[in-house]
């Protein structure tokens, strides 16, 4: 029974095909005294409560684009959205480092007295970041933290196997510390877990946490640092289970190793956060590691890259990390709740949970990346255009519909490499993904919303080719928040390369802010270069009157303010 002004109607629910349908009837549904708006957002009440109850959100597929409408409510709340799901990484990877974050011998007033690039600083604050992840990446099977730390003169060169360079050791555990604070980021530490040993672990986390008077912590005391770091996030290694890796690894022993490396970890830490390696969140290593070792984690990570050759191809691309979380957060509950049937009979049968907390995912690489036109081992320096800013706001979408389970994202990278801010001797290049990520950071915050979407398909060609047979692809991609100021957002992605869509959205209270990035001002092949930014952010306003269009190949955030109510 649903309440609508003063009167009341019966609802009745058909799941079929997993689609909702709705069958009845307002009573008499012909002779109805609602006007026909008024029906058609109860309508979509009804759809967007029963998805709040079975999944983040729910599609209807139609044929005519002109009869498109998105229905989101602000009491139709999933999820918290963690604020870290907005997170960068930093890898001793090309220009990351050296020469991205740092870059000491610049000569054009563009660093700090620390050699921080203070152009870097100011984009890292405008996008918000909250945490930082640090030093790999691949980087880190061979990386010994030691290298690092103390004076800059006496610190070693080593050979860099992952990248095939040289590793210089003058940026380290202190000078990413400093950098973090001067950004306002929490770091984020990834462990060597190729060529590194449970002892250079136990004595990292010793040198940055520890309050003790030991061995580690006084020789961060003597590097001029006081205070521990108290570093709450720890990664049990990266990509082991990767055949490019140094020290790869079977997930039998794995598995093995990580939960003896998690007890040992919290035993001298027990405050800290850990994080499980996994692979791509639908695959056997995942569900193998985390049924092994969930006992002492506290988020499971997984990898994923995409692109595609055509502009459709690579926007729907991201897709498959929805599915990938869905996958994930499936196996992490079957290696909480798994049990079997011993002493049923007699009534004695454990379903205790294996762990009462919850694990959730750490999505902590995740990018558009293309590594035939930008090759790891060359410093993977993309060019990104608008298809490519467009399928980061579809990855983006993704994370808040599924703001449940994600504990934490972290774009691979920050900068130079595979990036959104590219840096020059003179300046600094914000690239058309950074719009995206700009937004969103800014005002997808708060709470995630349910939503339901009418609008036509893709059909094409996709990557990962199962995509197309596994999900619907909808032409607009949705995801709404709702702030803690009362702000509704609703974050829409057209795909289509050439349609713009009208569509139906529920009643707003106008005035309406837009952005829009891309859409009829832009080709879906504009880039930006130094001295060029062709793709940006457009600002306007709307009165929230009638349909609003959604431009052909266009990011589009909306938001307006709620009415208050008087009871």
Known sequence: MLKFGSAKYNIIFNKKNHRHRVCGYLHHYNHCPLPQKQILHLYQLVICSQTALFRMTSFTEILSQNEASIYTSSDQAISDINPLMYGG???????????????????????????????????MKELKVPVVRYPGGNFVATYRWQDGVGP??????????????????????????????KIGAEPYLALNMGTGTLEDALAWLEYCNSEQDTHYANMRRANGHEKPYKVKYWALGNEIWGPWQVEQDTKEHYAKKAHQWAKALKLLDPSITLILCGKNGHSDWDRYVLQESIQWID????????????HCENVTSPKAAERAIEMTSAMIDLARCDFDYEGYMSGSIDTSAKKLSRPTICFDEWNVWDPTRAPGDKGAEELYDLSDALAVAVWL????????????????????????????????????????????????????????????????????????????????????????????????????????????????AGPVEIFIVG?????????????????????SCWDGHGKFTFEEHSFTLLRWKLRTCRQ
């Open 89 to 123: 990484f930093t890898e001793h990877m090309g220009r990351c480092i050296y020469g991205g974050i740092y870059d000491p011998k610049n000569e054009n007033n563009l660093i700090d007295e620390n050699g921080f690039r203070t152009d870097v600083i100011d984009c």
């Open 397 to 508: 979408n993704v994370f808040v519909r599924q703001a449940k389970h994600i504990g934490m994202a972290t774009i691979a990278q920050s900068v130079n490499v595979i990036a959104p801010l590219m840096t020059t001797e003179r300046g600094i290049i914000k690239q058309t993904t950074y719009w995206p990520l700009l937004l969103f950071s800014k005002y997808m915050r708060g709470k995630s919303l349910a939503t339901h979407v009418r609008s036509a398909t893709y059909k094409g060609k996709t990557f990962p080719a199962w995509l197309a047979s596994t999900m619907e692809l909808p032409l607009l991609d949705v995801s709404a928040a709702l702030s803690e100021d009362g702000w509704m957002n609703l974050a829409v992605v057209n795909i289509s390369e050439t349609e713009a869509m009208s569509t139906s959205l529920p009643e707003v």
């Open 519 to 539: 859409g009829k001002s832009n080709h879906i092949r504009d880039s930006n270069k130094d001295g060029a930014e062709n793709v940006s952010i457009r600002e």
């Open 299 to 310: 988020m499971h990570s997984i990898h994923m890259y995409t692109f595609g050759k055509e």
């Open 152 to 181: 800059r003169e006496k610190r070693p060169k080593r050979p860099e196997l992952a990248w095939l360079g040289t590793e210089s050791n003058q940026f380290g555990t202190d000078e990413f510390m400093l950098w973090c604070e």
